[in-house]
């Protein structure tokens, strides 16, 4: 079954069982859609695919040792028969995350929009059980972002728990930033910094594996690519959420100028502690959009689209 791929790494000590997260305020009165269903063959199949032969018929593909690929389980989970009016609406979403320049723009009435039409899209998830879907498996790209796109890594959620009640004691700090989160302070801080640029951010998802890559640039030490390794399992108590947990976090590809600190890897997991395990709400998801949220900070919202 689909959910065989998303259980807990053997060794990993399960978490233990939370309770189901509420969804976003605009995602509880959603009302409910029925969707057919169609394999790579173009014939209607379940909704949820259960076990056995029926389950046989969508199953991920192998590469040629018997390895299963991301390629392969997406091609082969069932996607959804979209109404021409989602069709429509997710097509709004790709055009203004991109007028919003990944929801970075400094006008507010697009990003209200942007805002706006991602919600009605959540309201319209085609995909049943979306954290136990196969579709989940590829490279993604992040198209939006809530905040600063560098948060879309797992490692500041799991971070943003690890210091959650740390006061920040800088009087200074407090009164220009309106808030007495150390944390929160430091990364408005680093969110104003002129000389930073954030490029490409993606996301690998892979039999248990979640890779989050984002490209940063610091004059004048050149690009490096911030890489955080996690795994991910199926909440046991929620279908809409993984249970994302922080392994480490890579400087890779770093420019010449920055090459001291090319290939350094930190054990953030081991930092982190009990906050590097994290909850992803996926909110949206179909063959070619994915939506996800801090199921903790559900105002923290990313948007990624697959690449082909």
Not at 58 to 65: F, L, Q
Not at 244 to 269: C, E, H, M, N, R
């Amino acid at each position: 079954p689909p959910e065989a791929a998303l259980r807990s790494p053997p060794g990993q000590t399960p978490a233990p069982t939370p309770a189901p997260s509420s969804p976003p305020a605009h995602l509880a009165t959603s009302r409910s859609r029925r969707h057919r269903f169609v394999g790579c063959g173009g014939r209607a199949a379940p909704a949820r695919c259960a076990g056995g032969d029926e389950g046989a018929g969508v199953a991920a593909g192998v590469g040629p040792g018997g390895e299963r690929t991301a390629a392969s389980a997406a091609a082969s989970a069932p996607a959804a028969v979209l109404d021409p009016e989602v069709i429509a609406l997710r097509e709004e979403v790709l055009t203004l995350a991109a007028a919003s320049s990944r929801g970075q723009t400094d006008d507010g009435a697009v990003l209200q929009r942007c805002r706006r039409a991602i919600e009605d899209l959540e309201r319209e998830n085609p995909t049943p059980d979306p954290a136990a879907s196969r579709l989940l498996e590829g490279q993604w790209r992040l198209i939006y972002a809530s905040e600063d796109p560098t948060r879309c890594s797992p490692f500041f959620w799991a971070l943003r728990k690890r210091m959650r009640g740390v006061s920040d004691p800088n009087p200074l700090s407090r009164a220009f930033f309106g808030g007495d989160d150390l944390l929160e302070n430091t990364l408005a801080f680093t969110d104003l910094v002129p000389i930073k640029t954030v490029g490409v951010a993606t996301q690998r998802l892979e039999r248990g594996e979640l890779v989050n890559q984002v490209v940063v640039g610091v004059f004048p030490t050149g690009e490096s690519k911030m890489t955080t390794t996690c795994n991910y399992s199926l909440d046991p108590t929620d279908p809409s959420v993984l249970t994302v947990t922080v392994q480490k976090t890579q400087v890779l590809g770093a420019s010449l100028a920055a090459s001291f600190i090319d290939q350094f890897s930190f054990p953030s997991g081991e930092f982190l502690g009990d906050s590097a395990r994290v909850r992803m709400l996926v909110t949206y998801l179909d063959d070619r959009l994915r939506i996800v949220r801090d199921a903790d900070r559900q105002a923290a919202c990313f948007v990624f689209c697959r690449n082909s």
